[in-house]
């Protein structure tokens, strides 16, 4: 296996406006799962919710920032097989570089860099990387494809590993 470089924290913070999987009831007990390679975290199920809030932070472990995390967004079915709510992708790139820099002197709630939303993510709204109490964080609000609606706010942390390889400054 790779050497790990550090633990990307996720916070699944809420859903917005999620499609509607259960039609009696015209509602959805949505849940989300997070995918890296072979890795596959998921949040609890929000019964009956089409704007749920989760606030669950789920874990994965990095070895190579450049593979795009993937996220699906599913109705639990008690009795027959999960419907599928939408899915979206998202890079870490961006949010790698800013954690290489020199940061120590920038006051906590700087914004490093932004993020913009285009063909080639899942960004429904500009992403701000930011520096906040000694740590860089970013907010994403991902648009659902495969969805007639719904959006998903996530949460970004990186917390290193004793003994990783970890991220140094002008490597990769």
Same mark, same amino acid.
């Given at each position: 296996m790779a050497k790990s470089l550090g #633990?990307? &924290?996720?916070? +699944?913070?809420?859903?917005?406006?999620?499609?509607?999987?259960?039609?009696?009831a015209?509602?959805?007990?949505?849940?989300?799962?997070?995918? #890296?390679? &072979?890795?596959? +975290?998921k949040t609890k199920a929000v019964r009956k919710n089409l704007n749920p809030v989760w606030n669950e932070e789920l874990t994965l472990c990095i070895c190579n920032p450049c593979f795009p995390i993937k996220l699906e967004v599913y109705d639990r079915d008690w009795f027959?097989?999960?419907?599928?709510?939408?899915?979206?992708e998202f890079d870490i790139e961006e949010f790698?570089?800013?954690l290489k820099m020199e940061l120590d002197n920038i006051p906590s709630g700087e914004v490093i860099t932004k993020v913009i939303p285009n063909t080639q993510n899942c960004l429904a709204k500009e992403s701000c990387i930011f520096w906040e109490n000694g740590q860089v964080i970013q907010h994403l609000l991902l648009r659902l494809e495969n969805a007639e609606c719904g959006e998903i706010e996530l949460c970004l942390k990186w917390t290193n590993i004793s003994g990783s390889k970890g991220l140094r400054i002008n490597e990769m």
């Amino acid at each position: 296996m790779a050497k790990s470089l550090g #633990l990307l &924290k996720i916070t +699944v913070v809420r859903g917005v406006n999620l499609a509607i999987r259960d039609s009696v009831a015209r509602t959805s007990d949505p849940y989300v799962v997070i995918k #890296l390679g &072979k890795q596959v +975290v998921k949040t609890k199920a929000v019964r009956k919710n089409l704007n749920p809030v989760w606030n669950e932070e789920l874990t994965l472990c990095i070895c190579n920032p450049c593979f795009p995390i993937k996220l699906e967004v599913y109705d639990r079915d008690w009795f027959s097989r999960d419907d599928k709510m939408g899915d979206a992708e998202f890079d870490i790139e961006e949010f790698v570089e800013a954690l290489k820099m020199e940061l120590d002197n920038i006051p906590s709630g700087e914004v490093i860099t932004k993020v913009i939303p285009n063909t080639q993510n899942c960004l429904a709204k500009e992403s701000c990387i930011f520096w906040e109490n000694g740590q860089v964080i970013q907010h994403l609000l991902l648009r659902l494809e495969n969805a007639e609606c719904g959006e998903i706010e996530l949460c970004l942390k990186w917390t290193n590993i004793s003994g990783s390889k970890g991220l140094r400054i002008n490597e990769m």
